[in-house]
């Protein structure tokens, strides 16, 4: 018994040391404000290892880097051609689905992580995405998620970035993730990945807060919290606008 305690005692120190990687991450913006011209912004992502022995030699270091907005559930349907027109035929409950997620790698993703470990950190787009059923008639519930992640990715609402991850001596790493104009509010979630042989030694997770400000907050909170007087204030600026360019209208006649 005492030599299998010494065995495990020795062994100890040596599996922390191998284990014994960190992720230092820096952000070159935390706050991203959306206001009335707000046309997208740029998030470079940098960091640095921490380790505490040499990392191994025959075990390459890889990075992956996620940005995953707010989750919500979504109704995706699906149109077929009837009689010469296109009507809904079926519709499919998402559970939940990120309004916005990128995945930036620093190599091609199926080779530098499991699908074990991708289920379990839910890395990729397609495991973001979660529902629990679909109705008895649907046959392929696959269809309506990858419809979804279809229309998300042309609309630049999902990334999916290979080989954008730039690793310098084991240690260092950077990309840069394109966030669109067309963002929803609030806390998105920034992991960053380690792995080595397919496998995630180490993650670090970060928020980036994204907020309305100024007029687009001020419109944000009356359409919420007084739908009536934002209601009448949108018919009354739509009449003005109406009226004000009818009387442009005239005075060119006239001139």
Excluded: C
């Excluded at 991450?25 to 640095?48: K, P, Y």
């Excluded at 509010?185 to 080595?196: A, H, I, N, Q, W």
């Amino acid at each position: 018994m005492r030599r299998l305690l010494a065995f495990f005692l020795l062994l100890l120190p040596f599996t922390a040391a191998d284990a014994g990687e960190e992720v230092v991450l820096g952000l070159s913006q935390n706050r991203v404000a959306i206001t009335a011209n707000f046309d997208g912004s740029e998030i470079l992502i940098f960091g640095a290892v921490k380790r505490e022995s040499l990392p191994p030699a025959d075990q390459p270091l890889d990075v992956i880097v996620t940005i995953e907005g707010p989750s919500l559930p979504v109704t995706v349907r699906r149109k077929e051609k009837r009689y010469g027109i296109w009507i809904n035929t079926d519709a499919l409950e998402i559970d939940s689905a990120p309004a916005f997620y990128a995945v930036a790698t620093s190599g091609p993703f199926n080779e530098i992580i499991s699908d074990s470990d991708d289920m379990r950190h839910h890395v990729s787009i397609p495991r973001s995405i979660r529902f629990v059923g679909a109705p008895g008639h649907i046959m392929d519930a696959d269809a309506f998620s990858d419809a979804l992640i279809r229309i998300r990715s042309k609309n630049g609402l999902y990334q999916f970035l290979e080989n954008a991850v730039r690793v310098d001596q084991q240690t260092l790493f950077r990309t840069s993730i394109s966030l669109p104009s067309n963002l929803t509010e609030g806390d998105y979630k920034t992991r960053v990945f380690l792995l080595r042989d397919r496998t995630v030694v180490a993650d670090y997770e970060t928020v980036i807060n994204v907020r309305k400000v100024g007029l687009e907050r001020f419109l944000f909170n009356l359409s919420r919290e007084q739908p009536v007087i934002y209601g009448l204030l949108s018919l009354a600026i739509a009449i003005a606008a109406g009226w004000g360019a009818s009387a442009a209208f005239r005075i060119f006649r006239r001139a």
